[in-house]
């Protein structure tokens, strides 16, 4: 017994010291000149009052009581929470270079280290966003070049999904691999057949690691890393998928150094070798083997996942939707015909499919937290104080979901895009790619991808859900980092 409350003792005394560590860390932060927000308990922060399955829900609940500018503490770390159109226009345009720094988010934090061009700050960040931009602009993004190896990778979707002969089938690795195998052709310099048993390794483990970004376990992890390093659960998976991808990259980066000629780059990784061996004399340059398999990584996850949970969740849309979807029907016939594959330049003539492809971006409210943004240096932004370093959320939900900016908000609307005369009209509170310094560099690619190969599925079938459209339920599965829908099954019928 004796030892047992000698136990006691230490534990509560280790607990009161830590606290105590905390409180004064807090104070030498100038932690009482951010934003005020809810009361945090030592150690464990705000998490009581977060709820891991919807964190944004919780946060939306926070702004109406402490305004669109508040604070909250992940474990001891304060973070910075901005809310509504306004006040992230003003952060991430207006003052763009003070929050172009990439925040703090453990999980990515433990595999990546700083590294690529989504996680690296700095010279470091500057260099390889600069060079991503002008290889991938080289290899197409943007251009005819890539509009065509979108059109034919969107009629081998087509072939496929024929032979579903109309009967129930999920349709998340039939987008997949179209979806994948477009970025593919960029960065490794080939596609990969639809039944490559490796390639589809790749797509479930990128599957099931967006999904569990959105998990309460992943969410723990990126509240209390320290402790949740060592405990057992699924968040470990995403470190084992990580591990394999990155893996993956590196096994393909070493068969291009086999086969380099630097008179003819084929992709991506062709011109990062050859970037290092310009550079390798240079003590400043940030291109290095491992910043080539982490870019790469980066541009092909994020590349296939995002746009492939787009266009799944775009489909779902519709199919509660029908007359949106034969509102588009009757637009892609009199605009395309079934004569031709669509291309970007049918945009401009079709209004109606813009709209409503804005709108499914706008209404899934993808990545609904962002990637979180730290400050670049002490600031003052409004009437407080963010000491250099401070981690931002800049809520894309609230912007999305802006009552000020969209009329309906919660609610499936075409009209939040389109004129009195039924022309496109552009918003700036779209931002589901975020926006300023940090905007997603891929935002060219995903529009043409989402646009093309939607149209193309609709221009050759009719969609058909299986069970009663009022049961469809449009919320998503789970909500973290990113929002995923519920798994479905839908029928196509030939056109």
């Known amino acids: 017994m004796e030892l047992v409350g000698a136990s006691i003792f230490l534990l509560v005394a280790c607990l009161t010291l830590l606290m105590l560590g905390t409180v004064q860390k807090r104070r030498k932060q100038g932690i009482g000149k951010l934003p005020p927000g809810p009361t945090g308990l030592p150690i464990l922060g705000n998490i009581l009052q977060l709820n891991g399955k919807d964190i944004y829900r919780s946060l939306s609940k926070l702004s109406d009581k402490y305004g669109s500018l508040f604070?909250?503490?992940m474990g001891s770390e304060p973070v910075v929470v901005l809310c509504g159109y306004e006040v992230v226009k003003k952060a991430l345009n207006e003052q763009s270079e003070d929050f172009a720094a990439r925040g703090s988010l453990p999980m990515l934090d433990r595999v990546i280290q700083g590294h690529g061009v989504i996680s690296s700050n700095g010279e470091r960040w500057k260099q390889l966003r600069r060079f991503s931009?002008?290889?991938?602009?080289?290899?197409?993004?943007?251009?005819?070049?890539?509009?065509?190896?979108?059109?034919?990778e969107a009629q081998f979707l087509v072939e496929e999904l024929r032979k579903t002969e109309e009967l129930p089938f999920d349709p998340t690795f039939f987008l997949s691999r179209s979806v994948s195998n477009v970025i593919c052709s960029v960065v490794f310099g080939n596609r990969f057949d639809y039944e490559d048993?490796?390639?589809l390794i790749l797509l479930s483990m990128l599957n099931d690691m967006f999904r569990l970004f959105s998990s309460v376990w992943v969410q723990f992890y990126n509240f209390f890393p320290n402790v949740m390093e060592y405990l057992p659960g699924p968040h470990k998976r995403v470190i084992t998928n990580m591990d394999q991808l990155l893996a993956f990259v590196s096994k393909r980066v070493k068969m291009?150094?086999?086969?380099?000629?630097?008179?003819?780059?084929r992709d991506f990784i062709d011109c990062f070798l050859m970037k290092m061996e310009q550079d390798k004399e240079n003590p400043q340059s940030e291109f290095s083997a491992k910043e080539l398999v982490t870019t790469t990584f980066d541009l092909f996850s994020a590349g296939t996942e995002t746009v492939s949970t787009t266009l799944r969740y775009g489909l779902l849309i519709l199919l509660k939707h029908p007359k949106i979807e034969a509102k588009i029907h009757e637009e892609i016939d009199r605009v395309i015909g079934q004569n031709r594959s669509p291309s970007i330049e049918d945009r401009n003539a079709m209004p109606y499919t813009e709209a409503v492809v804005h709108e499914i971006q706008r209404f899934i409210d993808l990545i609904p937290l962002g990637v979180p943004r730290a400050v670049t240096r002490d600031i003052q932004f409004k009437q407080?104080?963010?000491p250099k370093g401070t981690t931002v959320y800049a809520l894309l939900s609230s912007v999305l979901y802006d009552p000020k900016q969209f009329q309906n908000p919660e609610s499936f609307d075409p009209n939040h895009f389109l004129d009195a005369n039924g022309c496109f009209k552009r918003n700036d509170a779209f931002m589901p790619f975020s926006a300023g310094r940090r905007i997603c560099l891929g935002e060219g690619l995903a529009r043409m991808e989402i646009f093309l190969f939607l149209t193309t599925i609709l221009q050759n079938f009719d969609l058909k859900s299986v069970i009663d459209i009022k049961d469809i339920d449009l919320s998503s599965a789970m909500s973290g980092i990113s929002r995923v829908p519920r798994q479905y099954n839908l029928c196509l019928t030939p056109r």
């Open 256 to 265: 291009h150094q086999e086969t380099l000629d630097p008179n003819f780059p």
């Open 197 to 199: 048993k490796n390639f």
């Open 71 to 73: 604070t909250i503490h």
């Open 384 to 386: 407080y104080f963010l």
């Open 133 to 152: 931009l002008m290889t991938l602009r080289n290899f197409g993004m943007g251009k005819r070049s890539i509009e065509e190896r979108i059109q034919e």
